[in-house]
């Protein structure tokens, strides 16, 4: 090889130290690629008092006054307003909307899911773009959808009410509003991750002569159970604070179909502070117990991550 031949370093690319050379160059040599790569320390410390500060203004003070308003008058008036009867029908309403529509955004998120990043099909794109819908929408708009097509003056307004059937103010509606506004969490986990694992531990199952069924339940779902389980997580938060959607087609109904962040409206409207900002905290209980359980899965899967880059 001649000398024209011969690949010369990049000057500004710092280089490795020889196999050979002492400890202590080669640290120098690893602090000045680090160095060469970071920004100085008052930048790092700059951006971080601003997200502290933006955190603490936006996030931990109104949190924290949610929880000293909702204790200000004592035990008893803050347990008396959660076991008032009409606090603890909006809490099952609320569970019941989640219930139903976590169970049913995980069936649908799945499969489609399973179904963009494993095949190809006319309208792939269309499936998309309608997944990420209820992104783009106003949850009052997806509301008013379902009046427009349920109501009393709607599409099936009129056959619902000669069969004796009640959606919109009733449970069924506050159901379907919720389904609208969560389906896309659980999918949209879902897809990018299956698309980067591709096929190739599906097509070799396939090859040892796997059916559908056990391909998809002890190759694809494994390696999808944290992603899963994280999307499962936001859907379920997002349930059980929805407002806007909920809110157009529930009736406001005490009792009946008042979910919770409906009852803490009410109250707060009625100038029953006390009372809304416990049911209030109930509620930030709730979220804190999901971003908990969010935690937990981040760190399981980045242990996971580095696991498998260290057998690698």
Do not use: C
């Given at each position: 090889m001649t000398t024209a031949q011969i690949p010369l370093p990049d000057a500004a690319t710092p280089q490795p130290a020889p196999p050979g050379a002492p400890v202590s160059q080669r640290g120098t040599r690893a602090r000045s690629a680090l160095s060469s790569t970071t920004e100085p320390a008052w930048v790092r410390t700059t951006l971080i008092l601003i997200a502290l500060l933006f955190l603490s203004l936006f996030l931990f003070v109104p949190l924290v006054a949610v929880f000293v308003e909702a204790f200000k008058k004592g035990w008893e008036v803050y347990v008396a307003a959660i076991v008032e009867p009409d606090?603890?029908?909006?809490?099952?309403?609320?569970?019941?909307?989640?219930?139903?529509?976590?169970?049913?955004n995980l069936v649908f998120g799945v499969a489609a899911a399973w179904a963009i990043a494993k095949f190809d099909f006319r309208g792939k794109d269309?499936?998309?773009?309608?997944?990420?819908?209820?992104?783009?929408?106003?949850?009052?708009?997806?509301?008013?959808?379902?009046?427009?097509?349920?109501?009393?003056?709607?599409?099936?307004?009129?056959?619902?009410?000669?069969?004796?059937?009640?959606?919109?103010?009733?449970?069924?509606?506050?159901?379907?509003?919720?389904?609208?506004v969560t389906f896309p969490f659980v999918a949209r986990e879902l897809i990018p991750l299956m698309q980067a694992q591709g096929q190739e531990q599906e097509e070799a199952a396939r090859v040892l002569g796997a059916s559908g069924w056990q391909i998809f339940w002890r190759v694809t779902l494994p390696n999808v159970k944290w992603a899963l389980l994280y999307g499962v997580i936001l859907c379920n938060a997002r349930a059980m604070g929805e407002f806007g959607a909920v809110s157009v087609v529930s009736g406001h109904v005490r009792?009946?179909?008042?979910?919770?962040?409906?009852?803490?409206?009410?109250?707060?409207?009625?100038?029953?502070?006390?009372?809304?900002?416990?049911?209030?905290?109930?509620?930030?209980?709730?979220?804190?117990?999901?971003?908990?359980?969010?935690?937990?899965?981040?760190?399981?899967?980045?242990?996971e991550s580095s696991a498998a880059q260290g057998a690698h």
């Open positions: 606090a603890l029908a909006a809490v099952k309403l609320t569970l019941i909307a989640a219930g139903i529509s976590v169970p049913l269309l499936l998309l773009t309608l997944i990420d819908l209820p992104f783009s929408v106003s949850p009052v708009i997806a509301g008013l959808i379902y009046v427009l097509v349920f109501g009393l003056q709607g599409w099936w307004g009129e056959w619902l009410r000669d069969h004796d059937l009640k959606i919109i103010f009733a449970v069924p509606g506050i159901v379907l509003a919720t389904v609208f009792g009946f179909t008042n979910t919770m962040p409906l009852h803490i409206e009410i109250l707060y409207n009625e100038y029953q502070f006390a009372a809304s900002f416990a049911v209030a905290s109930l509620l930030a209980g709730l979220a804190l117990v999901s971003l908990v359980l969010k935690y937990i899965v981040e760190q399981r899967v980045k242990r």
